[in-house]
């Protein structure tokens, strides 16, 4: 088995934070893991992307062309970056910041208001787990609840984050299961 997740979007949306308690979970689940990020010019505004391989098997290369699944904060990440997901992979869109779905039928499509419901628990800046709460409710790619002590982990240093982050959590996980 070997799964390949892109997560894109701007910077400053926690893009690669993500991704990095995704390889963290996954490896702490025993799995192999490559985390890649995107450093440069796009850590200031632009289009940020990580991509993470999972596999039960040594992983020849970290650097994917064509991921399973692709979680999209933003509408030009969406754009870029649909074309190049696998058939029968999982594409997760943001829909409050993008209006407008894929265009495939060959994906199985999760849209979430990740931002709005972000704004709701009291931070925007939340966004970033509410959807990655979303994407591994509806993957099944890890355990969920070693994705909360995960995120834990994550924010160990900084303990008065936890909770809101847990309920960042909690409500992807709904807004997933309502999504299904």
Same mark, same amino acid.
């Given at each position: 088995?070997?799964?390949?997740?892109?997560?894109?979007?701007?910077?400053?949306?926690?893009?690669?934070?993500?991704?990095?308690?995704?390889?963290?979970?996954?490896? *702490?689940?025993?799995?192999?893991?490559?985390?890649?990020?995107?450093?440069?010019? *796009?850590?200031?505004?632009?289009?940020?992307?990580?991509?993470?391989?999972?596999?039960?098997?040594?992983?020849?290369?970290?650097?994917? =062309?064509?991921?399973?699944?692709?979680?999209?904060?933003?509408?030009?990440?969406?754009? /870029?970056?649909t074309?190049?997901?696998?058939?029968?992979?999982?594409?997760?869109?943001?829909?409050?910041?993008?209006?407008?779905?894929?265009?495939?039928?060959?994906?199985?499509?999760?849209?979430?208001?990740?931002?709005?419901?972000?704004?709701?628990?009291?931070?925007? =800046?939340?966004?970033?787990?509410?959807?990655?709460?979303?994407?591994?409710? =509806?993957?099944?790619?890890?355990?969920? *609840?070693?994705?909360? /002590?995960?995120?834990?982990?994550?924010?160990?240093?900084?303990? /008065?984050?936890?909770?809101?982050?847990?309920?960042?959590?909690?409500?992807?996980?709904?807004?997933? /299961? =309502?999504n299904?």
């Amino acid at each position: 088995m070997q799964c390949e997740v892109m997560f894109a979007g701007f910077g400053g949306q926690g893009i690669l934070l993500s991704g990095k308690i995704l390889a963290e979970a996954a490896m *702490e689940a025993g799995f192999e893991v490559g985390w890649v990020p995107s450093y440069g010019p *796009e850590m200031r505004g632009g289009t940020a992307y990580c991509t993470v391989v999972i596999s039960d098997r040594p992983i020849g290369s970290p650097i994917i =062309r064509n991921p399973m699944h692709l979680v999209a904060m933003n509408r030009p990440s969406l754009e /870029k970056f649909t074309p190049f997901v696998k058939p029968g992979g999982i594409i997760f869109i943001n829909s409050s910041l993008i209006p407008v779905g894929s265009g495939r039928n060959d994906i199985v499509e999760l849209k979430v208001p990740a931002t709005e419901i972000a704004k709701n628990l009291g931070s925007e =800046r939340v966004a970033n787990i509410v959807a990655l709460a979303a994407f591994v409710e =509806r993957s099944n790619i890890i355990d969920f *609840e070693l994705l909360k /002590k995960t995120v834990k982990t994550e924010f160990a240093d900084k303990e /008065k984050f936890i909770p809101l982050n847990m309920a960042a959590l909690k409500e992807g996980k709904k807004a997933a /299961k =309502r999504n299904s």
